[in-house]
């Protein structure tokens, strides 16, 4: 492959190390690719409020395509420039889904606003007996009906007793293509997006709207939400710590996160 226009890269476990930094190895080589004008852009499951600390450590970057494909924010202006969105209608139906399915399960929903943080309320909405995947989350407390009421750009779905590969296998059935799931957390969680939304999709408007061919593209992943953007990168790259499911389908196979796997291939070209 010839230098690429265009690098994506996943967030946690692709780009970050395994303590959640930027190693200076990365930050220096990202830093060295925008030099050379070639496009950077964070291709991740989070939430826009949670790319700010990302870009902060790189000392360069700009736009991040969030919730696995569900959204474009641009972290200098602190704009979401656009966002896809489960209606209330769809959110209701996938619900009755998940509770066919996961008997027990509980939800949660992501929504965006204008920015990161817009004071519009609150951002991530879970209901009383969702139990939290990681310990930090910041959410507000909401019956059932209430995370079904508005928009969003993902439903959560969470049963800690099970693995987030048997969740998707129990899901698929009875979602069908009324929306997209994936996961990025191995334990009992998975996500649900508008259908057909996925980190590929997002990514594939982000280099049109740069003039960039997917030929021209190298993505870095580790978990399956990232499997569509390797397949439709030119170069598709997963993290030595990956999934397996990555390594079926990727170009390469780099080194884990904790050993600099994303700086060791881009120091070919940059």
């Known amino acids: 492959m010839q230098a690429p226009r265009l690098v994506a890269t996943d967030v946690d476990g692709t780009l970050l190390d395994p303590d959640e930094r930027v ?37 360069v970057g700009r736009l991040a395509v ?26 209701a139906d996938l619900a009755e889904a998940a509770a066919t399915a996961l008997p027990g399960c509980g939800l949660a929903v992501e929504r965006v606003g204008s920015r990161a943080f817009d004071g519009a309320g609150a951002q991530f909405v879970a209901e009383p007996d969702y139990r939290h995947a990681w310990p930090d989350a910041d959410n507000d407390v909401a019956p059932r009906s209430e995370l079904l009421s508005r928009p969003a750009v993902k439903l959560l779905v969470r049963s800690p007793r099970l693995s987030s590969d048997a969740m998707v296998a129990a899901l698929a059935p009875v979602v069908g293509d009324a929306a997209d799931l994936t996961f990025s957390h191995p334990r009992g969680l998975v ?37 569509e953007m390797l397949r439709w990168a030119g170069h598709g790259v997963a993290m030595g710590n990956a999934h397996p499911a990555l390594l079926e389908v990727a170009d390469e196979v780099t080194a884990s996160n904790g050993e600099d796997g994303l700086a060791l291939v881009l120091e070919r070209w940059f």
């Open 23 to 59: 190693s200076p190895r990365a930050a220096a080589v990202i830093g060295r690719l925008v030099e050379a004008g070639a496009g950077f852009v964070l291709v991740t499951g989070r939430p826009p409020r949670w790319i700010p600390p990302v870009v902060a450590q790189l000392g």
């Open 66 to 91: 969030c919730a696995n494909g569900s959204v474009l924010y641009d972290a200098v202006t602190d704009e979401v420039v656009w966002a896809r969105t489960l209606d209330p209608a769809t959110l």
């Open 191 to 227: 996500e649900i997006s508008p259908p057909s939304v996925t980190k590929a999709t997002g990514l594939a408007e982000v280099a049109q709207q740069h003039g960039v061919e997917a030929a021209d593209v190298i993505a870095f992943g580790d978990m399956p939400n990232d499997l």
